[in-house]
């Protein structure tokens, strides 16, 4: 089977001690094969003693055994719902490494071509008893479960990516020692990809839960320029590493009645999309009074503008695309799912988010919610 020595092939059955007789379809005609097997059983019965069924590892092995003999003479191993377990996996590897034990115990010379037809089907076997992951999953995420799953996901991605949102601007700012000027720009790029997947992951959960858990059922008061201070602070890197200009307005009355927790949030997307689509210039927040209560936000950025066809499907978070190697389908926006978090958050709060574009000029998002005066924080 192995070896140069290999005896010519002859039907028989593998005999496993204390196993029941095998059943038809698994014979095992290679002798060293069988003997790798009832040695890997014998191990198997003295090193777990009745921690783990013999039977049930004596037949899940005979089977192996069996698709392996036929795989080295060009059958396709079929699958076997038994073998297709973590003990069957194990069991094959330990079949495997006796085989092997086998050859280097033989004094014979070894015929390379016939090893490598058996490691060969080894592997096809190893591949006929993996699990079909894609179905797997699939049947996960279409399951009664399968939303909370994407939202464990989500919230498990979150946390280290806020991490490093911390410990990026932590070295960036030189708190932990001198930092070089190439040190910092590749810091900016740490920032920037961590800041960006970190807004994916909570849209993601955002959106999944329906897009209203970031919205406070209570007002309370809050400053709209520590707002814009802090939305601006958290995207300068990237548009530091950009070479663009961000900047921001307040509005003359600036302690305000609303909800700041998913006006910060809505900010934060459209200025980091802004930022993402524009090359040179800028991008810039402006508050705008309109009346005593109404405030009107904008995001206003340099860009190319908006395409006709992406204005088509600007709020969905999926959009058919032509992808790798010519394969159509749906694909994850960032960008749109941004958007289309930003226009439920807004919707909740009670409010439209509108835009206008055009080629040479930008694009500017904006909005306009009812905030009334507060008199203290």
Known sequence: MGAANVQPLRRGRLSLPGTDTPAAGTEVTCPELRA???????????????AIDTEEAGATLQWLAAAVDDAARGTQPPRDAQASSVLGRHLLELLRAEVVAGWQAAAAEK????????????????????????????????GPDGLDLIVEVAHDLRSPLTSILFLADT???????????????????????????????SDVIELARGGDQLVEKELSPFSVTEILESVTDMVRPIAEEKGL???????????????????????????????KFTDEGYVEITTRARGLRQLEFSVRDTGHGISE?????????FRRTRGRAGRSGFYFSGTGLGLAMCRKLIEAIGATLEFE??????????????LPPASHL
Not at 120 to 136: H, M, Q, T
Not at 255 to 275: I, Q, W
């Open 309 to 317: 066809e992406a204005l088509a499907n600007l709020y969905q978070p």
């Open 245 to 275: 200009t961000i900047r921001y307005e307040p509005p003359s009355s600036d302690h305000r009645l609303g909800r700041p927790m998913a006006l910060s949030r809505v900010l934060l997307n459209l200025t980091t999309n802004a930022l």
């Open 357 to 370: 574009t055009r080629p040479g000029w930008g694009t500017r998002f904006f909005f306009e919610l009812d």
């Open 171 to 201: 070295i960036g700012k030189g708190q932990s020692g001198d930092v070089t000027d190439l040190q910092r720009r590749q810091l900016r790029l740490i920032y920037s990809a961590a800041l960006g997947l970190s807004s994916m992951a």
């Open 111 to 142: 015929d390379g071509s016939a090893i490598i037809t058996v490691l060969g089907a080894f592997e096809r076997v190893r591949e006929a008893i993996d699990p079909d992951w894609s179905k797997y999953f699939t049947a996960r995420l279409s």
């Open 36 to 50: 790798a097997a009832q040695r890997v059983l014998e191990h198997w019965r003295n090193d777990r003693g009745d």
